[in-house]
């Protein structure tokens, strides 16, 4: 079974930046489909970022430009650097991984398109 294991996250003040990796394991080669997922505090878990073995990366509008997610094969390890971040980026953030190769551009926003997932990690942004 592949494992995920998010680290990064921290308190800190709106315009700041961070970066969140995701370490992976219990797989030959990092899976097809990774992605970031995040839950603020009494709402339900969104879609953030999402990257494709083939490089495509897709994104929530609100992180757009703001966020990039990337991917080091070598290392097998997932990332979502966050830029300007605002005090609405406040949440527990989740790196998820599925071993299919989507077609749909809407499958990568859907969470039941991930098989694994980490067990999150603290964004707090203050204003």
């Known amino acids: 079974d592949v494992q995920l294991q998010a680290s990064g996250g921290g308190l800190v003040q709106a315009g700041e930046s961070l970066r969140l990796s995701c370490a992976t394991s219990?797989?030959?080669?990092?899976?097809?489909?990774m992605g970031w997922f995040r839950q603020a505090p009494g709402k339900e878990r969104e879609f953030a970022a999402a990257?494709?073995?083939?490089?495509?990366?897709y994104y929530v509008d609100s992180v757009q430009d703001r966020f990039t997610i990337s991917r080091d094969n070598s290392r097998n390890t997932l990332y979502l650097q966050m830029n300007n971040l605002k005090p609405e980026d406040t949440a527990v953030y989740y790196c998820a991984s599925s071993p299919r190769i989507y077609t749909r551009r809407g499958s990568y926003y859907q969470s039941p398109s991930y098989d694994s997932w980490g067990q999150g990690t603290q964004v707090t942004v203050s204003s």
């Open positions: 990257i494709a073995r083939s490089g495509g990366e």
């Open positions: 219990g797989h030959t080669l990092l899976p097809n489909t």
